[in-house]
Each structure stands twice: as structure tokens, then as C-alpha cells.
């Protein structure tokens, strides 16, 4: 079990070793990775790395647990700051395309959780899914959601974000904005500069609209009405 410090030093330097530890399994992989790789690019000693940590698996285990936690945390914090359910979907689209461009190890490392930690791997995705259908149940309560089944839909959008996400964030694109270099790991800012066509999160803005314009649709009562 891992020990939570008891100082302000102490929480730094676990969150250092973490920090690191993320960015070795997403670069190496689990297998690859290995606690003298981490604690040399941590600069600690390994004596330091046992006070938080027990072991490789535990450390991997909660790179994952805070990934989770950092990635809904940015997600509610833009989606809760409008009233509007419909508004708050953008909001936190945006907020998870731009968590995946400053943090493309989300997406390696949690794929990875899925062999080494599986239990974890599908805490990670019942975290998100139980925070979505608190909300899209709320949305429904106030009427600002169409006639639909809140835990469903919840995962159906997360498969959205998550593939659109994979697609137009993660893959560095080549020409025509194909993918190029499947099996490279990229970093911050990969692909091409932000332009009239591309957000800082790195969507284009014909890509957003459109997955926003389906996701609309199927949520909006107004739409569901005119079309029944």
C-alpha cells in the first residue's frame, strides 16, 4: 500500500515521482518500464520511492487513478460552469480534447491498463460514466434532455469523445490529415499549428461541429420532438 506524506516536501516529491512515472510508462511501457527508470528520471533515490510506493504495479495503478481524477476534474469544471445541457456538452468536449493534446500518456497508459491493471482499467471508464449520467439525469429532471436512457447514452458519448479524441488529438497527421507514424508516441502539440481551422485542442473546427451537431441532435428534446 502506498503511504500519503505527512509534509508539504513529502507530497511534492510524490507527486514528482507520479508525474514522472506517468510519462516512462506511456514513453517505455509497463513491461519496459522499471522503478530504477523512474526514480533516475525523478532524480530521487529508490529508498524514497519505497516510502510512497510499494512496487511497479501499485505506482502503474495509480498513474491511472490520477489520470482519471485529473481528466473529470477538468471536464467538470468546464461543463459545470453553464446552465445549458446542450452548452455544457461543448464545454466538456472541449475540455477532454484539450486534457488528451496537454496529456497524450491518457491514453497509452490507460490502454495499457487494460492487461496490467484491468480492475483499475474499468474503474477508470465506471468514474467518468457515474459523473456523465449524474448529469445527463439532472439535464432530463430539468428538461433539457430528450427521452433517453441517461447510463446508454453516457457511454455512447464517451465512446464519441474517446475515438474522435484518438483520431484528431493522439495520431499525428501527415498529409490530408491522414495518420502517419502509428507507432510513434506523440507529445504536446503534435500534428499540425493551431489555424482558422484548427482549435488549440487540436480538433479541427469542421470535425468538432459535426460530432457536436450529431451529439445535439440526439440529445436535444426540441430536436426528438420535430422529428417524431
Not at 498513474?63 to 445549458?84: C, G, I, P, W
Amino acid at each position: 500500500m502506498s503511504s500519503l506524506p505527512r509534509t508539504a516536501r513529502g507530497s511534492r516529491t510524490r507527486a514528482k515521482i507520479l508525474q514522472v512515472a506517468t510519462e516512462v510508462f506511456a514513453a517505455r511501457g509497463f513491461h519496459d518500464a522499471s522503478i530504477v527508470k523512474i526514480t533516475e528520471a525523478a532524480d530521487v533515490g529508490q529508498g524514497t520511492f519505497y516510502l510512497y510506493f510499494s512496487s511497479k504495479q501499485e505506482i502503474f495503478e495509480e498513474v491511472v487513478k490520477d489520470l482519471n481524477s485529473r481528466v473529470r476534474q477538468a471536464m467538470f469544471e468546464a461543463s459545470s460552469a453553464e446552465t445549458d445541457r446542450l452548452a455544457a456538452e461543448r464545454a466538456g468536449f472541449r475540455a477532454f480534447f484539450r486534457f488528451t493534446a496537454e496529456n497524450p500518456a491518457l491514453y497509452r497508459v490507460i490502454r495499457q491498463a487494460e492487461f496490467v491493471a484491468p480492475d483499475v482499467f474499468r474503474l477508470h471508464y465506471e468514474r467518468i460514466a457515474a459523473g456523465y449520467v449524474a448529469g445527463l439525469r439532472s439535464a432530463q429532471q430539468h428538461g433539457q434532455l430528450a427521452d433517453v436512457d441517461p447510463e446508454v447514452t453516457a457511454w455512447a458519448l464517451m465512446g464519441i469523445g474517446e475515438l474522435v479524441g484518438m483520431r484528431w488529438v493522439l495520431w499525428p497527421r501527415g498529409t490530408g490529415g491522414t495518420a502517419a507514424g502509428a507507432g510513434a508516441v506523440p507529445g504536446p502539440g503534435t500534428g499540425p499549428e493551431p489555424s482558422a481551422g484548427v482549435a488549440p485542442d487540436g480538433v479541427p473546427t469542421h470535425v468538432f461541429e459535426a460530432a457536436m451537431h450529431l451529439i445535439e441532435r440526439a440529445l436535444s428534446p426540441t430536436e426528438l420532438e420535430g422529428r417524431s
